[in-house]
């Protein structure tokens, strides 16, 4: 089964993705902020992160740098409302493999 992490400060959005992909038969583990996640990833193995970039604690480029520093393979997905260019030159700049605006 395809493990994903998800990393998202609303939490109402949280509930409501990682319920759709435990419908559609992955297992979630959704989290509040960017340094809760890179805690989680260093604790599991995942196949799959989905992080918000504007977070409380530790914000989405922060976390994403940490987690490239440890691993370059595992996906990694922004889905955020950050809809300008700089962010998403930053996002790719950083390592993140896709950009999903919210």
């Known amino acids: 089964m395809k493990k994903i992490l998800l990393v998202e400060d609303d939490k109402e959005l949280n509930e409501i993705v990682c319920s759709y992909f435990k419908d559609n038969g992955f297992e979630v583990v959704g989290c509040f902020n960017g340094l809760e996640g890179l805690k989680l990833f ?7 992160i989905l992080s918000d970039i504007m977070m409380p ?3 989405g480029f922060t976390f994403v740098e940490k987690v490239r520093a440890k691993n370059s393979q595992i996906p990694i997905v922004f889905m955020t409302a950050r809809d300008d260019k ?4 930053l996002g790719y700049k950083i390592g993140v493999d896709d950009y999903i605006v919210k």
């Not at 260093?42 to 799959?48: G, I, K, Y």
């Not at 700089?86 to 030159?89: A, I, P, R, T």
């Open 86 to 89: 700089f962010s998403k030159q």
């Open 57 to 59: 604690q530790m914000d």
């Open 42 to 48: 260093e604790q599991t193995e995942f196949n799959l």
